[in-house]
Nanobody, 119 residues
C-alpha cells in the first residue's frame, strides 16, 4: 500500500492545521489508520488511531482535547487545534490491518509532513 500525507506547515502557537492522508494501492481489507510523529532528537510518538468504521478512536494523552482524527474510507484526517510548540515534529500517516501496529508506528507509512509551531 502507499500513503501520502499532506497539510503540514508553519503556524503560531494556538493556531490550527489539518493533515490529510490517502491510502492507495492494494487496499483490500479493513485498514486501521493513524498518525504518529517524530521530533528532532526524540523517539517516535503515537498521536492518534482510528479503525475502519470510525467507531473506535484513541489519542495520545498529549493531544487529547486538541486533536481530532477522522476518516472517509481510505482517507484519514487529523485536525490539530490549539497547537503548541511541543507539537513541532514530522507527522507520519500509518496504516495496517492490526490496531497495535498502527499505535506502534509500524505497518505501512508514507513520507512525513513537517509541522512547525512557533511560540
Amino acid at each position: 500500500v502507499q500513503l501520502q500525507a499532506l497539510g503540514g506547515g508553519s503556524v503560531q502557537a494556538g493556531g490550527s492545521l489539518r493533515l490529510s492522508c490517502a491510502l492507495s494501492g492494494r487496499t483490500l481489507g479493513t485498514y486501521v489508520m493513524g498518525w504518529f510523529r517524530q521530533a528532532p532528537g526524540k523517539e517516535r510518538e503515537f498521536v492518534a488511531v482510528i479503525n475502519w468504521s470510525g467507531n473506535s478512536i484513541d489519542y495520545a494523552d498529549s493531544v487529547k482535547g486538541r486533536f481530532t482524527i477522522s476518516r472517509d474510507k481510505n482517507m484519514v484526517f487529523l485536525q490539530m487545534d490549539s497547537l503548541k510548540p511541543e507539537d513541532t515534529a514530522v507527522y507520519y500517516c500509518a496504516a495496517d490491518l492490526r490496531w497495535s501496529m498502527v499505535v506502534a508506528g509500524r505497518g505501512s507509512r508514507g513520507p512525513g509532513t513537517l509541522v512547525t509551531v512557533s511560540s
